[in-house]
Every structure is written in structure tokens, then in C-alpha cells.
Nanobody, 120 residues
Framework: QVQLAESGGGAVQTGGSLRLSCVGS?????MAWFRQTPGKEREGVAL???????GYPHSGKGRFTISRDNGANTLYLQMSSLTPEDTGVYYC?????????????????WGRGTQFTVSS
């Protein structure tokens, strides 16, 4: 059983930046960040292959940067130009093998999430 633990949430002002971290009990496979914002379904914001190749949905390009440190079993999400619409709970997810997009059912392992709020 892979365990994932997110951190880095809190409060930030509009236009600010934030970096989230996710420490896993193992390395390898595809990892991703999802978010659940108020009134919306959970959506993927970034993924990264075991080799470190990132992928983003159209909505996330330019403001979010995903990276991973396999030696430290840690996944990161660097976010910039934040707006109140980014407020929500951000989850780290993992699946063995190759990445398969942003379908939530494709990820076997999930963290409990970290919350942050962007104030105007």
C-alpha cells in the first residue's frame, strides 16, 4: 500500500505563489496533482512520469509546474499568479506504470489533501 502525504497549504493573496509537497512511501510510476475547488468536481492540474516528463491540462499550463525528486520520494507543485478560483483542496495521486491522463479512477493511491485559500 502506497501512502502519500501532502503539505504546504495555507493562505495566500491573489497573485501570490505557493509550493505544495507530497511525500510518498515509494517512488516510481506516474504521479499527479488533482484539486477539488468549491462547487466543482475533482480535476487534474498536473502529472509527471517516472522519468520526470510533465503533463498539464489546457487549463493549467503556464501557472503550475510539477516536479519530483525520486531520491526523496517527493512530488512538488509550484503555483504562481494564484487567484481565488484556485482555492480548494489539492490532492497528490499515484499509479504504477505509465501515466494515463487525468481520470481520477486511473489513480490507485491518494493522499488526504492539503487545503489552501487565495484571498482577494
Amino acid at each position: 500500500q502506497v501512502q502519500l502525504a501532502e503539505s504546504g497549504g495555507g493562505a495566500v493573496q491573489t497573485g501570490g505563489s505557493l509550493r505544495l509537497s507530497c511525500v510518498g512511501s515509494t517512488t516510481g510510476g506516474c504521479m499527479a496533482w488533482f484539486r477539488q475547488t468549491p462547487g466543482k468536481e475533482r480535476e487534474g492540474v498536473a502529472l509527471i512520469t517516472a522519468a520526470g516528463t510533465p503533463g498539464y491540462p489546457h487549463s493549467g499550463k503556464g501557472r503550475f509546474t510539477i516536479s519530483r525528486d525520486n531520491g526523496a520520494n517527493t512530488l512538488y507543485l509550484q503555483m504562481s499568479s494564484l487567484t481565488p478560483e484556485d482555492t480548494g483542496v489539492y490532492y497528490c495521486a499515484a499509479r504504477p506504470g505509465t501515466c494515463a491522463g487525468f481520470v481520477t479512477q486511473g489513480y490507485m493511491y491518494w493522499g488526504r489533501g492539503t487545503q489552501f485559500t487565495v484571498s482577494s
